[in-house]
C-alpha cells in the first residue's frame, strides 16, 4: 500500500542557507532559503531557488550577485526571523544583529557570523513557478579556519518536516 505525501517531506532534513544581497554601502538584505545546491563543478555554479515577491529576488535581479552565507545551528533563531520576514518592511541586519562584513569579490555584504561563504554572480535566471532559480558562478569561497580543520561542524536542520514553513502547500497551517 503507498500513502500519498507532500513532495518536500522526503527530502527532508535540508540545510539552511543565508543568502546576502545588496550593496553594503547602501541598503542590503538577507534571505533564508533552503533550496540551494550546486549544478556544476567547472565552471563552479550553485542554483538558489528564491520567491519571486521577495525583497531578495528584486535585489538580486538589479545587482546580478549574491552570497550563500552558512549558518551554523546557533543562528536558528537569526534563521528563523530572516525565513518570514521581508526586506521591503524590515532591516534584517539590525533586526538579527548579525554583522555585515565586507565580501572579497562583490558588493553584497556577507555574514560575519557564519562559517563558510560563497560570492556569486548571476550566470542565468530561470522562471520556476512561485520561484526564480538564481544560477550564479561561484567566484570565491572561503570558510572558517576550525570549519576547515574539522573542528567546528555545519548541521542539518533538526526535526520533521517544517509544515509551518511550507504551509502555503497545505490546506492547514
Not at 40 to 47: G, H
Not at 78 to 99: A, N, R
Not at 127 to 132: A, D, L
Request: proline share 5%; hydrophobic share 35%; with cysteine.
Amino acid at each position: 500500500m503507498r500513502t500519498d505525501v507532500e513532495y518536500l517531506e522526503f527530502l527532508w532534513p535540508m540545510r539552511h542557507y543565508l543568502i546576502t544581497c545588496g550593496d553594503i554601502e547602501g541598503k542590503s538584505n538577507i534571505i533564508a532559503v533552503s533550496f540551494c545546491m550546486p549544478v556544476s563543478k567547472e565552471p563552479p555554479l550553485i542554483a538558489c531557488a528564491i520567491g519571486r515577491g521577495a525583497y531578495s529576488c528584486t535585489v538580486i535581479e538589479r545587482t546580478n550577485e549574491f552570497i550563500v552565507n552558512v549558518p551554523s545551528q546557533s543562528l536558528k533563531k537569526q534563521i528563523y526571523y530572516c525565513g518570514f520576514h521581508s526586506g521591503y518592511d524590515v532591516d534584517k541586519f539590525k533586526e538579527t544583529g548579525l554583522t555585515p562584513q565586507p565580501a572579497r569579490k562583490v558588493k553584497a555584504p556577507i555574514i560575519a557570523e557564519c562559517v563558510a561563504w560563497m560570492e556569486c554572480t548571476v550566470r542565468q535566471e530561470i522562471e520556476t513557478g512561485s520561484k526564480n532559480l538564481f544560477v550564479g558562478e561561484v567566484i570565491e569561497a572561503y570558510a572558517d579556519d576550525a570549519l576547515v580543520k574539522g573542528e567546528r561542524k555545519v548541521e542539518y536542520a533538526h526535526g520533521n518536516f517544517p509544515r509551518k514553513i511550507y504551509a502555503t502547500r497545505f490546506e492547514e497551517a
